[in-house]
């Protein structure tokens, strides 16, 4: 086949019971698109071509993201076709084979889609009637469902039952691919409305949680008695880290009649939303009580503004203590200087010969004994030293620290931090000029002390206050865990039938609040059980129910 009206044909992609589906090209608009051709043996069945066209026109009208889009309809040369959107991507059935199964996130993200596809098309009264694995498309690197066929699907059961029956000539196993997701009415022949589809739904969120078929006959006799009769394993135990949400959805999904599923596909999408947002908010592999978590939270908290309190405090106190110092070793440098001040000038015209520096010295000495000085240096007008606190400078040139020569530019001080030491050079000035320098070396070490006694006992202070509030967070735990395990154990209780149980207590908190709630359920629970209301339709009813309905749906399909 090379065409099919304006189509080009590029490839067949793939093949159904009815219909050959192809890669073509419109070149009126110049886009790549599937089309889907009925097969020859259905072609010459003028109702069959009929119903597939008009199926497909209705399916048309369906416009929504996880709905694959019909462009086209129609007839040429006796090819029945659909021109519909190419799907770059991957079927569900065949990721399935692929991978084994799906991860729990992406299967609640997936699920949500197409229950929100089926809604929207039952609210246009549209029933797809084959949910199934191959019928729903992975794109967009497997974050988008599209569902397929809804136009095929509606087509009458006995076009069905004909299209599989050919089918299954040249394919085995093909007839029993569609039973496997029947729905139990659908399996009974019976009238079909939305939640067929839902059940379908659940049927293929099973499989892709689990990794394996929800009902796993090898016969359609046995398959459709698993559908009608028999429930799948459990998730919990197929999958035991299945989340209970998850699982409550899909046995909802499951549930044989109809009633007792959801009322719409918006409400599984919402319910599905729900799990994947609380997937995405649990923590893996978190086992630890509440009782250790709040106590940890709190640790954590308090330990954090701790940290950051004392560090606070410390650096401020720091540099109160610092600027203290400064302030004290200005003052100094300021007092030295003014005390040699007048001896400089009166050497400065002499003769070096006839100067005389003996009580400079002196005085630097007797300075010199203040713990807190450790060096005291003057020098006169020409760099030379006139007074040391080691005498043995004493007539030696001075060596200038580093930045005193800007000092008299910037102004008649420089301080300096040398090691742990503050270092202050000011300029000697008479009658507003510089006779000299003094160089004076404070000692940083009882700052430095200072503030490391001050740290200890900060750190010390604050691992006292962590400890008492690890303690209190722990009580608290103890308080708040005790009352839960209480509401555990009575709610287990009530789980396994003994619904005589009353939890007592004198509290008045929301704890007693929780434990009252619960012993109102207790008796709104015997009151129920007392009342003999109409139980579920026993099986034995529905085994004989189903047997002609099992009968039927074997001659349909054989």
């Known amino acids: 086949m090379q065409a099919v009206g304006r189509y080009t044909i590029e490839r067949r992609i793939g ?7 192809y890669r073509a090209h419109d070149p009126s608009i110049d886009r790549v698109l599937a089309i889907k051709v009925l097969k020859p043996e259905f072609r010459s069945d003028i109702g069959l071509s009929s119903r597939f066209l008009r199926e497909a026109r209705a399916a048309g009208a369906l416009s929504h993201p996880n709905i694959v889009t019909i462009f086209d309809v129609g007839e040429v040369d006796g090819y029945p076709y659909i021109a519909m959107e190419l799907i770059e991507g991957v079927s569900l059935d065949d990721y399935l084979r692929e991978h084994g199964r799906m991860p729990l996130k992406q299967v609640a993200r997936i699920g949500a889609q197409i229950a929100e596809a089926l809604d929207y098309a039952h609210g246009l009264s549209v029933i797809h009637r084959d949910i199934k694995p191959s019928n729903i498309m992975l794109c967009n690197g497997g974050t988008t469902a599209k569902i397929l066929d809804f136009g095929i699907a509606r087509m009458g059961e006995a076009d069905r039952a004909r299209a599989e029956q050919s089918a299954a000539r040249t394919q085995i196993g093909q007839v029993v691919g569609t039973p496997r997701y029947m729905s139990p009415e659908q399996a009974f022949g019976l009238e079909l409305d939305h939640r067929s589809d839902l059940f379908s739904l ?39 880290e299945c989340p209970r949400g998850l699982e409550h959805i899909v046995d909802k999904l499951l549930a044989k009649q109809p009633d007792k599923r959801f009322a719409s596909g ?45 560090t606070t405090v410390l650096n401020r106190q720091y540099a109160a203590m610092e600027q203290m110092t400064l302030t004290s070793g200005t003052a100094i440098s300021s007092f030295v200087a003014s005390n040699v001040a007048l001896r400089a000038v009166e050497n400065a015209g002499l003769a070096p010969a006839e100067q005389d520096w003996a009580p400079v010295q002196a005085f630097v000495t007797a300075a010199s004994r203040d713990a807190g000085l450790r060096q005291i240096v003057m020098v006169d007008a020409g760099g030379v030293i006139r007074g040391a606190t080691d005498q043995a400078r004493v007539g030696t040139r001075y060596a200038p620290a580093a930045g005193e020569a800007q000092l008299a530019a910037e102004g008649d001080q420089m301080i300096a931090a040398a090691g742990s030491d503050f270092r202050f050079v000011r300029t000697i000035r008479y009658a507003g000029q510089p006779f000299g320098k003094v160089d004076i070396v404070v000692d940083g070490g009882g700052l430095a002390a200072a ?16 400890c008492v509030v690890l303690v209190i967070s722990w009580l608290i735990g103890q308080s708040v865990g005790r009352p839960l395990r209480r509401l555990r154990r009575a709610l287990a209780e009530a789980a396994a039938g003994r619904r005589d149980f009353r939890i007592s207590h004198r509290r008045k908190d929301e704890f007693g609040a929780m434990f009252d709630a619960f012993n109102e359920l207790a008796e709104s629970l015997d009151s129920q059980a007392a009342g003999e209301g109409p139980g579920p339709v026993s099986m034995e009813a529905t085994r004989i129910g189903a047997a002609p309905a099992f009968d039927a749906m074997r001659r349909r399909i054989a």
């Open 15 to 21: 093949e159904g019971a009815m219909a050959d589906v």
């Open 202 to 240: 659940g049927i293929v969120l099973y499989e892709l949680i689990t990794g394996a078929t929800a009902f796993g006959g090898t016969s359609i006799a046995t398959i459709a008695l698993q559908v009608t009769q028999r429930k799948p394993e459990p998730l919990s135990k197929a999958l035991p």
């Open 451 to 466: 503030a490391h006694n001050a740290r200890n006992l900060l750190i010390g202070l604050g691992i006292g206050l962590l």
């Open 266 to 310: 918006a409400t599984v999408a919402d319910a599905l939303r729900r799990e994947y947002e609380a997937m995405n908010n649990a923590r893996e592999g978190r086992r630890l009580s509440l009782q250790l978590r709040l106590t940890l939270v709190m640790g954590l908290a308090v330990a954090a503004a701790l940290v950051l309190s004392i």
